[in-house]
Protein backbone atom coordinates (compact mmCIF):
# COMPACT_ATOMS: atom_id res chain seq x y z
CA UNK A 1 0.00 0.00 0.00
CA UNK A 2 2.94 2.32 0.25
CA UNK A 3 2.83 3.03 4.19
CA UNK A 4 6.07 1.80 5.87
CA UNK A 5 5.46 0.57 9.44
CA UNK A 6 8.13 -0.02 12.13
CA UNK A 7 10.17 -2.94 12.42
CA UNK A 8 8.23 -3.50 15.91
CA UNK A 9 4.98 -3.26 14.35
CA UNK A 10 5.61 -5.63 11.72
CA UNK A 11 6.68 -8.53 14.66
CA UNK A 12 3.65 -7.46 16.44
CA UNK A 13 1.56 -7.82 13.21
CA UNK A 14 3.43 -11.38 12.54
CA UNK A 15 2.32 -12.43 16.10
CA UNK A 16 -1.27 -11.75 15.70
CA UNK A 17 -1.66 -13.28 12.51
CA UNK A 18 0.78 -16.53 14.27
CA UNK A 19 -2.31 -16.42 16.93
CA UNK A 20 -5.38 -16.28 14.48
CA UNK A 21 -6.09 -12.72 14.15
CA UNK A 22 -7.33 -11.81 11.04
CA UNK A 23 -6.12 -8.75 8.79
CA UNK A 24 -8.95 -7.20 7.01
CA UNK A 25 -9.01 -4.71 3.91
CA UNK A 26 -12.15 -2.08 4.37
CA UNK A 27 -14.19 -3.89 2.03
CA UNK A 28 -14.00 -7.04 4.22
CA UNK A 29 -14.68 -5.13 7.26
CA UNK A 30 -17.70 -3.33 6.34
CA UNK A 31 -18.98 -6.98 5.43
CA UNK A 32 -18.09 -8.65 8.53
CA UNK A 33 -17.75 -6.04 10.92
CA UNK A 34 -20.01 -7.12 14.00
CA UNK A 35 -19.31 -10.43 13.87
CA UNK A 36 -16.00 -10.42 15.86
CA UNK A 37 -16.70 -9.63 19.36
CA UNK A 38 -13.95 -6.50 19.88
CA UNK A 39 -12.40 -3.77 18.11
CA UNK A 40 -9.16 -2.73 19.01
CA UNK A 41 -8.23 0.96 18.55
CA UNK A 42 -4.12 2.03 17.66
CA UNK A 43 -5.02 3.87 15.11
CA UNK A 44 -2.56 6.81 16.12
CA UNK A 45 -0.32 7.88 19.02
CA UNK A 46 -1.14 10.36 21.44
CA UNK A 47 0.48 12.84 19.19
CA UNK A 48 -2.37 12.93 16.79
CA UNK A 49 -3.38 16.44 16.14
CA UNK A 50 -5.75 17.45 13.29
CA UNK A 51 -8.41 15.36 11.64
CA UNK A 52 -9.03 12.40 10.26
CA UNK A 53 -9.97 11.97 6.71
CA UNK A 54 -10.64 9.84 3.52
CA UNK A 55 -10.50 5.60 4.25
CA UNK A 56 -9.58 6.42 7.70
CA UNK A 57 -12.70 8.37 8.29
CA UNK A 58 -14.84 5.61 6.94
CA UNK A 59 -13.24 3.05 9.53
CA UNK A 60 -13.70 4.96 12.49
CA UNK A 61 -17.47 6.18 11.27
CA UNK A 62 -17.83 2.21 10.33
CA UNK A 63 -16.40 1.05 14.19
CA UNK A 64 -18.47 3.88 15.89
CA UNK A 65 -22.00 2.30 14.60
CA UNK A 66 -21.21 -1.10 14.97
CA UNK A 67 -22.41 -2.86 18.11
CA UNK A 68 -19.37 -4.34 19.59
CA UNK A 69 -17.18 -2.96 21.95
CA UNK A 70 -13.47 -0.83 21.17
CA UNK A 71 -11.10 -0.97 22.96
CA UNK A 72 -8.70 2.34 22.67
CA UNK A 73 -4.90 1.03 23.45
CA UNK A 74 -3.33 4.30 24.30
CA UNK A 75 -6.02 7.30 23.40
CA UNK A 76 -9.60 7.74 21.22
CA UNK A 77 -8.02 7.65 17.69
CA UNK A 78 -8.92 11.34 16.59
CA UNK A 79 -8.89 12.70 19.63
CA UNK A 80 -6.18 15.62 20.57
CA UNK A 81 -3.95 14.61 23.84
CA UNK A 82 -3.06 17.58 24.57
CA UNK A 83 -6.51 19.49 24.39
CA UNK A 84 -8.88 16.88 24.34
CA UNK A 85 -10.56 18.34 21.91
CA UNK A 86 -12.41 16.32 18.22
CA UNK A 87 -12.24 17.89 14.81
CA UNK A 88 -14.21 15.66 12.78
CA UNK A 89 -14.39 11.97 13.86
CA UNK A 90 -13.14 10.37 16.72
CA UNK A 91 -13.22 6.68 17.94
CA UNK A 92 -16.21 6.34 20.82
CA UNK A 93 -14.27 3.52 22.98
CA UNK A 94 -16.11 1.12 25.60
CA UNK A 95 -12.70 1.69 26.99
CA UNK A 96 -9.46 3.02 26.98
Known amino acids: SGNSISNLCMIQRKRFQ ?3 G ?3 TFEELEDQI ?3 GVIL ?3 FGTGFTGTIEGELKKIVQLA ?3 LIPIIAIDIPSGLNGETGEVQGVCIQATVT
Open 18 to 20: QEG
Open 22 to 24: LLL
Open 34 to 36: GTY
Open 41 to 43: DGL
Open 64 to 66: NQS
